[in-house]
């Protein structure tokens, strides 16, 4: 042990021992490879470890390393043990008979643990004991409870057997009503022959008797579904069963006769009757069969084969009319009885299992035509009719909720599938798009008559594919024709007929343009029109403009009132966008009627070129008067602008626009050619006075012969400068002024004098 205690202290001049090298790292470090805290993990395996070292670190390193690890853990248990070396000395002295104390202790606690054994057991047996005892019991109540469910179903079936012998045998027995004492001298459960002799008849006293006896019956079926597989229960069923078929015949006849009768208190117990064994159909097919059915027989009548008795016509709105008062008269009063509050009644639906169902066979049976969408008028005023008696329905349901009942009933979905709106949307589509697109096809324009014009809605329209386009815009939204759940539809197809007759409008043009007479034979109207033919278009499309997105767009908002400010908004936008397509259409037509006058223009411009063979090579002097043609040029223009097409439907503004757009085009036309004119004669004089001063240099000639002579260049531009001037003045008659258009600002420039141009006048 002598080894192990600690080594005497360093004295006190000795220095402390530095644990850093020179640059600073602790003497005794590792490598970042040899991580210490591997050998601590519970997974650690020496062979895998130096395995996966050798790979980057030669042997004798990672051995080298180990032992320098081995050696500092030693150096730190040697530490470990001579700080506590007193105490590790003196443990020895301590631990004195130690084994005499572990035989003494060991004694009890055998004791202990042998009693605990005990006590474990124990109470293991006891509690085995008491789960068997709790399963017992368990199953006990089990076989309680299925006991007492068949006592009781035993007791409900023979009290019901009891109240059903109580019910008369013979309809007969209480169909009138009252009866005498003598008749029956007992009624189960109290119901004695006092309340017949306190004036009680013997109908509602039977109807009250069923209610019991459907109450029993409803505890029945609770307890039957209950003990489902029951041998007992299977015993029963005949039973059971024919106490059923008992009751449902009672009850029938029952509520047959408080129908007959109009007893509201039959009525009521009967139908809590039916509400209790979860029959209302059943009642719902009495009141259609008995009551309904009479009724309607009468207004539609048919025979089986379901040909219409004495009526020619398929109209429903008469036949409608007259159910609504029966239904006022004959059933308003079992409505009403139906939905008295509180009385757990709202699950009969008499208004669509009864009297629309009745409704429905009747016409299906009697007039099947009603339904058909192949004449459209008959179909629509039928279906308007159809949805008015539904509405009239629906006014008997006592709230909201019975209205959203009523609407999902499966007789409800029934009925407004018979109305095919969808075909009859195709039947008007083809109807409204066909009569715009025989009216679009034809080869050119078909001006409306004057008595046409001057009546209607339609007078200020000039053209009959215009006077079609509004009428069949219109007729979308004829209460005659729209149908309100269809009006997106509708709404689509008038878009549709505004953009067919922009495209129509638009595709003529652009062939005109284009000059192509045979590509498309819808475009040949546009080959074959007159200025005077155009003005008819940008007359009626500004009024077409103004009537879409005036009284029409009031209209198919009026219509629409009873929608979402959303949608209305929506519809807006939309009649508004395609009215402002057609707007978009007055600049093309407006610059198709330049086009023509233009280049009937440039035909008079053509002689232009007859100056040069005037002047060139003559003698003759200088011009002073302008030329024959000028006066031409603006004919055309003027020719349409008196015309009486466009002093009786172009506005001031638009006459204005075709003016100052005719007189930039045509001064632009005049322009181009006057300057290649100009061009050639110079360079043509240059080319001639070359050719001159070569063969007079050659003959020995004086050079400046000619130079004070007038030449023809200059001849002709002065007579171009006397036309610009006189086409400057014709201008300024149709009210243009020359000197704002640029083309005629170059033209001066190009033709004037060199005193004169910088300033315009004529």
């Not at 043990?81 to 007193?86: L, Q, S, T, V, W």
């Not at 009866?179 to 002799?197: F, R």
Request: proline fraction near 4%; charge should be negative; glycine fraction near 4%.
């Amino acid at each position: 042990m002598a080894d192990l205690r600690s080594p005497p202290p360093p004295s006190a001049a000795s220095p402390p021992r530095s644990t850093t090298d020179l640059f600073g790292d602790p003497i005794d470090a590792h490598p970042l490879w040899f991580r210490q805290s591997s050998f601590l993990h519970p997974e650690f395996d020496s062979e895998a470890y130096i395995a996966d070292l050798r790979t980057f670190v030669p042997f004798e390193t990672l051995r080298s390393e180990l032992r320098s690890h081995l050696s500092s853990l030693k150096h730190e248990l040697v530490e470990l043990i001579n700080r506590d070396y007193a105490n590790f000395v003196n443990l020895s002295t301590k631990l004195v008979d130690v084994d005499a104390a572990v035989v003494r202790m060991r004694a009890p606690l055998t004791e202990i643990r042998e009693k605990i054994v005990e006590f474990r057991v124990a109470v293991e047996g006891s509690l085995v004991a008491l789960q068997s005892g709790l399963r017992q019991r368990a199953e006990a109540e089990a076989a309680k409870e299925v006991l007492q469910l068949l006592l009781d179903t035993f007791h409900v079936v023979s009290k019901v057997e009891k109240l059903i012998k109580e019910l008369p045998s013979v309809a007969a027995d209480w169909s009138n009503g009252d009866v005498k004492p003598a008749e029956k001298d007992h009624l189960s459960n109290g119901i004695s022959l006092q309340y017949t002799e306190n004036g009680t008849n013997l109908r509602e006293t039977q109807s009250m008797l069923l209610e019991r006896i459907a109450s029993e019956m409803n505890r029945l079926k609770f307890y039957i579904t209950h003990a489902q597989n029951l041998p007992f229960i299977e015993n029963m069923e005949k039973r059971i069963r024919n106490a059923s078929l008992l009751l449902d015949a009672s009850l029938r006849h029952c509520f047959v006769d408080g129908l007959e009768h109009r007893d509201a208190n039959v009525i009521y117990n009967c139908l809590r009757a039916y509400a209790a064994i979860d029959n209302t159909s059943s009642a719902e097919e009495i009141f259609r069969s008995t009551v309904v059915a009479r009724l309607v027989q009468k207004i539609i009548p048919h025979n089986s084969a379901g040909v219409v008795g004495g009526a020619s016509q398929d109209e429903l709105d008469e036949d409608y009319k007259q159910i609504k008062q029966y239904i006022e008269k004959d059933c308003k009063f079992l409505l009403e009885i139906s939905s008295t509050e509180n009385s757990g009644l709202h699950v009969f639906s008499f208004l669509a299992n009864s009297i629309l169902k009745e409704v429905l066979s009747a016409i299906q049976k009697g007039k099947p035509g009603a339904f058909s969408p192949g004449r459209p008028k008959e179909f629509l005023k039928n279906y308007r009719a159809s949805l008015d008696i539904l509405a009239h329905l629906e006014g008997y349901c006592p709230s909201r909720s019975a209205v959203t009942k009523f609407r999902a009933e499966a007789v409800y979905i029934e009925f407004m599938k018979q109305w095919n709106v969808g075909v009859y949307f195709s039947l008007r589509f083809q109807e409204i798009a066909g009569a715009l697109d025989s009216a679009l096809m034809g080869a050119s324009f078909v001006p409306m008559q004057t008595s046409h014009l001057q009546s209607g809605n339609t007078q200020d329209l000039t053209l009959k594919q215009s006077v079609t386009l509004l009428e069949c815009l219109r007729s979308c939204w004829r209460e005659d024709v729209l149908v309100l759940s269809c009006s997106d539809k509708f709404l689509r197809l008038s878009l549709q007929l505004l953009s067919r007759y922009s495209n129509w409008l638009s595709a003529g043009l652009a062939a005109r343009k284009a000059g192509n007479t045979g590509s498309n034979p819808v475009s040949e109207w546009s080959i074959s029109a007159i200025p005077d033919d155009f003005v008819y278009i940008i007359h009626d499309l500004n009024c077409l403009v103004a009537n879409i997105c005036g009284d029409f767009l009031g209209h198919v908002i009026e219509v629409l009132s009873s929608c979402s400010t959303e949608i209305v908004d929506l519809v807006k936008q939309s009649i508004l966008q395609g009215g402002k397509s057609l707007k978009d259409l007055v600049p093309l037509v407006t610059n198709s009627i330049i086009e023509t006058v233009v280049e009937k223009s440039v035909e008079d411009l053509r002689q232009l070129k007859g100056i040069t063979a005037t002047y060139r090579m003559t003698n003759k002097p200088l011009p002073v008067r302008h030329s024959p043609y000028v006066s031409g040029v603006l004919r055309p223009l003027k020719a349409f602008l008196d015309g009486e097409r466009s002093a009786t439907y172009l506005t001031r503004d638009m006459r204005d626009e075709l003016v100052q757009g005719a007189a930039v085009e045509i001064t632009g036309r005049y322009h181009e050619l006057a300057a290649d004119l100009v061009s050639v004669a110079r360079k043509t004089e240059s080319s001639l006075q070359r050719i001159r001063q070569g063969a007079q240099r050659r003959a020995g000639a004086s050079s400046d012969v000619s130079d004070h002579n007038v030449s023809d260049t200059d001849k002709i531009c002065m007579q171009l400068f006397l036309d610009i001037q006189e086409f400057g003045r014709n201008l300024a008659a149709l009210g243009v002024e020359a000197a704002k258009i640029p083309a005629y600002r170059s033209l001066w420039q190009c033709v004037a004098p060199t005193d004169r141009q910088n300033t315009i006048s004529f």
